[in-house]
């Protein structure tokens, strides 16, 4: 069973860009999609994009254009870059396997998520 | 983008009892309906997918129902290990989107 682990910084300062990976272990990330999903303090679940192993994306129309993620199948990781975050931006963000093509049709792998903080 | 409104937003119940709540979606979703539980400082974990379908490992009171529009998680018979809160999901079209939560606390 794929077992995912985020990393990255975990204080961001306004207007910058937040950056963040995901790794996979216990298997490999090809054949599926792979999802970010935050979730702010106290609020609800947010799905932002999702990328396909092969390097297709599908971002939420309402972050599109502050998103990118990129795949990196050699190191069995992917990774998220949201730039011009602001407060609002402060939340927990779980990279997730997309339900996409799995049996399930649901988000059925989580990394046990990491905090980011935007303040100056 | 496809909205999703869970009821109610909270509850409180007690040990052994018949818990429901519902989810209802802006449009038709078919049976592209997801159930997750969450507890404090952890990730969510699916339930109940494609509506009715107990993913493995999960006891058997946790139960599914509904389609187009509506539907209902029910635990039969409330543990103290199902305090928690409870998010609906649909994978009909992207952007997937959850609900707001259901916070299932004690009586």
């Known amino acids: 069973q794929v077992q995912l682990q985020e990393s990255g910084p975990g204080l961001v300062k306004p207007s910058e860009t937040l950056s963040l990976t995901c790794t996979a272990s216990g298997g490999s990330i090809s054949r599926y999609y792979w999802s970010w999903i935050r979730q702010p303090p106290g609020k609800g679940l947010e799905w932002i994009g999702y990328i396909y192993y092969s390097g297709s994306t599908n971002f939420n129309p309402s ?27 402060t939340a927990v963000y779980y990279c997730v396997r997309d339900p996409s093509g799995t049996d399930s049709g649901a988000f059925d792998i989580w990394g046990q998520g990491t905090m980011v903080t935007v303040s100056s | ?103 299932v606390e004690i009586k």
């Open chain 1, 63 to 89: 972050l599109k254009s502050r998103v990118s993620i990129s795949v990196d199948t050699s190191k069995n990781q992917f990774s998220l870059r949201l730039s011009s975050v602001t407060a609002a931006d």
């Open chain 2, 1 to 103: 983008d496809i909205q999703m409104t869970q009821s109610p937003s909270s509850l409180s119940a007690s040990v052994g009892d018949r818990v429901t709540i519902t989810c209802r979606a802006s449009q038709s979703i078919s049976t592209y309906l997801n159930w997750y539980q969450q507890k404090p400082g952890k990730a969510p974990k699916v339930l109940i997918y494609t509506a009715s379908s107990l993913q493995t490992g999960v006891p058997s009171r946790f139960s599914g129902s509904g389609s187009g529009t509506d539907f209902t998680l029910t635990i039969s018979s409330l543990q103290a290990e199902d305090f928690a809160t409870y998010y609906c999901q649909q994978s009909h079209n992207t952007p997937w989107t959850f609900g707001q939560g259901t916070k």
